[in-house]
T-cell receptor
Framework: DTAVSQTPKYLVTQMGNDKSIKCEQN?????MYWYKQDSKKFLKIMFS???????INETVPNRFSPKSPDKAHLNLHINSLELGDSAVYFC???????????FGSGTRLTVV | QQQVKQSPQSLIVQKGGISIINCAYE??????FPWYQQFPGKGPALLIA?????SEKKEGRFTISFNKSAKQFSLHIMDSQPGDSATYFC???????????FGTGTRLTVIP
């Protein structure tokens, strides 16, 4: 059973489009995260939700909007995609904030 | 500001050798120090973690050494194997932290 699943795995889209990435975890964790990994492999926190409540909202363009319909799901919607948004986006979850992350396998977003 | 500093950026080791990756932190409130291993196309996976009440933790060929006074910790991979070739991330968080702070990653290549 996949613990943290993200869809889609690959996403190629044109500049200006709007796209969504979905994430689901079946671990019963209370906290979920979105991370962005750039070409240099840096992992940068974007958002964190705890029991559907937004906890962390780093300096991310407001074109990025997370949505957590329940504590098992955290989706990421991106408006007006730009070339610089190209990266791998990872969803993660943890039972306790800041501890014991389980990551999904990532979504490689390519904006052309 | 990088909360956790990691070195080296890349490392090449012969099969059977010892791989050593170092990390340093400033925030004395950190009390949880995990290491993550990431293979190409996959999400980071928790490898081993340590708390500051011990100076060393060993799991198989992987050992974390922790120096609280120097605010440094390191990962040692004994008898390195080609299958260990991956990117390794150190990280840190504190009891009141909302998320993990990741190092910049070390790309390890073990040559046969």
């Amino acid at each position: 059973d996949t613990a943290v699943s993200q869809t889609p795995k690959y996403l190629v889209t044109q500049m200006g489009n709007d796209k969504s990435i979905k994430c689901e975890q079946n671990l019963g964790h209370d906290t979920m995260y979105w991370y962005k990994q750039d070409s240099k492999k840096f992992l940068k926190i974007m958002f964190s939700y705890n029991n559907k409540e937004l906890i962390i909202n780093e300096t991310v363009p407001n074109r990025f909007s997370p949505k957590s319909p329940d504590k098992a799901h955290l989706n990421l919607h991106i408006n007006s995609l730009e070339l610089g948004d190209s990266a791998v986006y990872f969803c993660a979850s943890s039972h306790r904030q800041g501890h014991g992350y389980t990551f999904g396998s990532g979504t490689r977003l390519t904006v052309v | 500001q990088q909360q956790v500093k990691q070195s080296p950026q890349s490392l090449i080791v012969q099969k059977g050798g010892i791989s050593i990756i170092n990390c340093a932190y400033e925030n004395t409130a950190f009390d949880y120090f995990p290491w993550y291993q990431q293979f190409p196309g996959k999400g980071p996976a928790l490898l081993i973690a340590i708390r500051p009440d011990v100076s060393e933790k060993k799991e198989g060929r992987f050992t974390i050494s922790f120096n609280k006074s120097a605010k440094q910790f390191s990962l040692h991979i004994m008898d390195s194997q080609p299958g260990d070739s991956a990117t390794y991330f150190c990280a840190a968080s504190g009891s009141g932290a909302n998320n993990l702070f990741f190092g910049t990653g070390t790309r390890l290549t073990v040559i046969p």
